[in-house]
């Protein structure tokens, strides 16, 4: 068995941590059950109270690798640092990310890493996720990114899985709560974009490793559970107000900044047009129903107000 499992591919996991212990702890508690063996887990934690941070080093003590910013980094820097990190002091040979928030199974790992060592063109992995309260509804397999209205359209939402999304294949983007990555890509690409502070770095990351010839692979038998939106939910109750610039629930760095790097002229006239149409119309609604109107009303002006000073 030890020879065996010195043959295993080295993997880094990496999650992030900001004043939710409870949900990092029961999170990396599923993970030390999974069957694959050969990993190290870092806890980037993004400026978390010291009680939390405590609770963490009590919990697991030399287990896991905690690293302390000192202010909140959102989740592509923060998921950076991580990965510096991982690089330099585990030098693996690939690294996962998942949310705090979620729960794995216990061959989410084993099921990502026999599909990437059989296909040495894949680059980026992603497994099935569910509900955590829902526990056979469908929350998310995979993306179809159209450069041609700007819909990130998650493939399998709020369906029950009955065996229709069983099938190995390559897709647009995974998602960010379950995302193997291949070394190389890394290497060939960089690291995730960190214009994008809370939701879409993956999505860009994702563009950047198929267009570099990297495959991006979902894979049904890797399967988690996501609470959705709690790590999200805890900081839009503490943020300040360039806090809630950086947030941009209103999706506008992506369609002002994400498609304007990867569509032509007219692709991103296209987008400009639908964002405006349909996409903020839904955005404006869900932020309302997410955060509450007067958080939203706060937040729009806000962003009026940080449009009106700049020059």
């Not at 647009?172 to 690291?191: A, F, Q, Y």
């Amino acid at each position: 068995m030890k020879n065996y499992e010195k043959k295993l591919p080295r993997v880094t996991i990496i999650t992030l941590n900001c004043n939710t212990s409870t949900d990092t702890i029961e999170c990396i508690e599923s993970i030390q059950k999974n069957s694959y063996k050969n990993y190290d887990i870092i806890v980037v934690d993004n400026a978390s109270n010291e009680n939390d941070i405590k609770k963490l080093k009590i919990r697991f003590g030399e287990q896991i690798n905690i690293i302390e910013n000192k202010e909140n980094y959102g989740w592509g820097k923060g998921i950076n640092i991580g990965i510096k990190y991982a690089l330099e002091k585990f030098n693996p040979d690939y690294i996962f990310i998942t949310d705090n928030d979620t729960i794995c199974d216990q061959a989410f790992l084993k099921e990502l890493i026999e599909v990437a060592e059989k296909d040495e063109k894949s680059g980026v992995l992603g497994g099935k996720i569910f509900y955590y309260h829902d526990r056979n509804r469908i929350w998310f397999t995979s993306a179809k990114i159209s450069l041609w209205t700007g819909f990130i359209r998650f493939i399998g939402r709020d369906e029950y899985d009955k065996g229709q999304y069983n099938e190995t294949k390559s897709v647009d983007s995974v998602g960010g709560c379950s995302m193997l990555i291949r070394k190389d890509v890394i290497e060939k690409i960089s690291l995730f974009d960190t214009r994008f502070f809370l939701a879409d770095a993956e999505y860009e990351f994702c563009i950047r490793a198929n267009r570099a010839r990297f495959k991006i692979l979902y894979v049904p038998k890797s399967i988690i559970w996501h609470k959705i939106g709690t790590s999200r939910r805890k900081i839009m109750d503490e943020v300040s107000d360039s806090f809630l610039i950086k947030m941009d629930p209103f999706g506008l760095k992506r369609h002002l900044m994400f498609y304007k790097d990867y569509t032509t002229k007219a692709q991103f006239i296209s987008v400009v047009f639908f964002y405006i149409a349909l996409i903020l119309p839904g955005k404006t609604i869900y932020t309302i129903q997410e955060y509450g109107f007067i958080k939203t009303l706060h937040y729009v002006k806000q962003i009026f107000s940080h449009s009106l000073s700049k020059k």
